[in-house]
């Protein structure tokens, strides 16, 4: 087998951790671990119990990994490998081919799995629930950025108090109640009546003169329409053309 990442170098057998065998590299020091040598392993394993969070401030030097963000190919199936976050504080990605379940870790990605209680949950590193959690803490984070930025941190220390205090009281709904009310009775201003203009009549009212033989009542609509008491102006109709 080759290597993913160096393409030319072979990979040899190798042991990784206490039943654990590998394929390594010796130009990158990177390691393949088949589907069925890390399954091997997992059944000796007792649990590591719960995963250390961690910032990237807080890797040393001993634990830096060299992530490779190039797109790599299986060294035993040749299919393409598929990159998965780690998150919980760990910035780099895992590859894992969707063919045959074998895992690729680059230089320094095992040791600090292992160091944050990981390296026996690589399996559940590319399900969805695991993606999915790693989805909602990044949302959350950028929205308590938000909240940052348009209140101030003062601001947001005091709002973060009032939810603490609110959720710990025994009559919270209440509270929420009162906070979410509509305007209080005593603004009586949403009763106050408005006034609403008489619609306009585009028609023109005939004017009758005061020594006219007409009374306004026997004045018909269509005189009133045509602006005369006569009859209706006859339509002159276009000439049709030449």
């Known amino acids: 087998m080759h290597c993913p990442c160096c393409q030319t170098s072979t990979l040899k057998r190798a042991r990784l951790d206490e039943h654990l065998a590998v394929h390594a590299c010796d130009s990158c020091e990177g390691q393949w671990v088949s589907s069925y040598d890390y399954w091997h392993w997992l059944e000796w394993q007792a649990g590591s119990g719960k995963i250390k969070s961690c910032q990237s401030s807080d890797w040393s030097e001993t634990l830096k990994a060299s992530d490779n963000r190039r797109a790599s190919f299986c060294p035993e199936c040749h299919h393409l490998m598929r990159r998965a976050k780690v998150g919980h504080g760990l910035e780099f990605y895992l590859d894992r081919c969707s063919h045959c379940g074998g895992n690729w870790f680059d230089k320094g990605e095992w040791g600090i799995l292992k ?28 929205l308590e950025e938000t ?8 601001d947001y220390s005091e709002a973060l108090k009032i939810r603490a205090w609110l959720e710990q009281h025994p009559h919270r709904d209440y509270i929420l109640s009162v906070l979410n009310q509509v305007p209080s009775s005593e603004d009586e201003s949403r009763y106050i009546p408005v006034k609403k203009s008489k619609p306009k009549n585009d028609i023109p009212k005939k004017e009758v003169s005061p020594h006219s033989d007409v009374s306004p009542h026997d004045v ?19 000439k049709p053309a030449k």
Do not use: C, T
């Not at 940052?148 to 941190?153: C, E, I, K, N, Q």
């Open 220 to 238: 018909s609509p269509h005189a009133i329409a045509y602006g005369h008491s006569g009859h209706p102006k006859p339509y002159d109709y276009p």
């Open 115 to 142: 160091a944050h209680n990981i390296h026996d949950k690589v399996h559940l590193v590319f399900s969805e629930p695991w993606q999915s959690q790693l989805r909602q803490a990044e949302f959350n984070r950028v």
């Open 147 to 154: 909240y940052r930025s348009a209140l101030g941190d003062e």
